[in-house]
T-cell receptor, first 114, second 117 residues
């Protein structure tokens, strides 16, 4: 148990659907992250929030829309996805955004886009 | 640009064998941090160790040990007397220590370790 909870664990959606991924951390951290993990590729940083402000948007297509209503919750809103967006989406948190920060990860949402 | 290379895609060993996972990195930063994370089948990455670029002392934690060598830009991870529970994907990662985006972790592609009984 890392203190970071992601829901749902699995999601299957069609290309025209709209869905949201949810992440919640119970660690009192100030920074939250979305990472994408595709087969045979390194983890890709998508978004970073620090104290509820987005500090990184790593050239992610607009069909992915993050939301951070408070420092404990992070959402990733999905719409009109493509099959190549199928991946494991991992949420993480850390006390701050320094280079030495240890990240705490959730178990991820395995997304399949049909 | 930063880069992390984990040349071993998959390793398979028998229980009680020792195994070393290789990690080679590239960076122009003089201050940086290196990490190892473990990803078991349950999916969440679990932090194992963090090393800063000024601390080349090797570290041992139980059956785990890490060998950091700046001269070869390597940060290798050894598991002694491996166990089935060590089966997981292991990621090496690098972050910059200064600048506005030093929180960005560059991950290697990971090494899948399978420990057979």
């Amino acid at each position: 148990e890392t203190g970071v909870t992601q829901t749902p664990r699995h999601l299957v959606m069609g290309m025209t659907n709209k869905k949201s991924l949810k992440c919640e951390q119970h660690l009192g951290h100030n920074a939250m992250y979305w990472y994408k993990q595709s087969a045979k590729k390194p983890l890709e940083l998508m978004f970073v929030y620090s104290l509820e402000e987005r500090v990184e948007n790593n050239s992610v297509p607009s069909r992915f829309s993050p939301e951070c209503p408070n420092s404990s919750h992070l959402f990733l809103h999905l719409h009109t996805l493509q099959p190549e967006d199928s991946a494991l989406y991992l949420c993480a948190s850390s006390p701050g955004t320094g280079g030495n920060e240890k990240l705490f990860f959730g178990s991820g949402t395995q997304l399949s886009v049909l | 640009a930063q880069k992390v290379t984990q040349a071993q895609t998959e390793i398979s060993v028998v229980e009680k064998e020792d195994v070393t996972l290789d990690c080679v990195y590239e960076t122009r930063d003089t201050t940086y941090y290196l990490f190892w994370y473990k990803q078991p089948p349950s999916g969440e990455l679990v932090f194992l160790i963090r090393r800063n670029s000024f601390d080349e002392q090797n570290e041992i934690s139980g059956r785990y040990s890490w060998n950091f060598q700046k001269s070869t830009s390597s940060f290798n991870f050894t598991i002694t007397a491996s166990q089935v529970v060590d089966s997981a994907v292991y990621f090496c990662a690098l972050s910059g220590g200064s600048g506005g985006s030093n929180y960005k972790l560059t991950f290697g592609k990971g090494t899948l370790l399978t420990v057979n009984p």
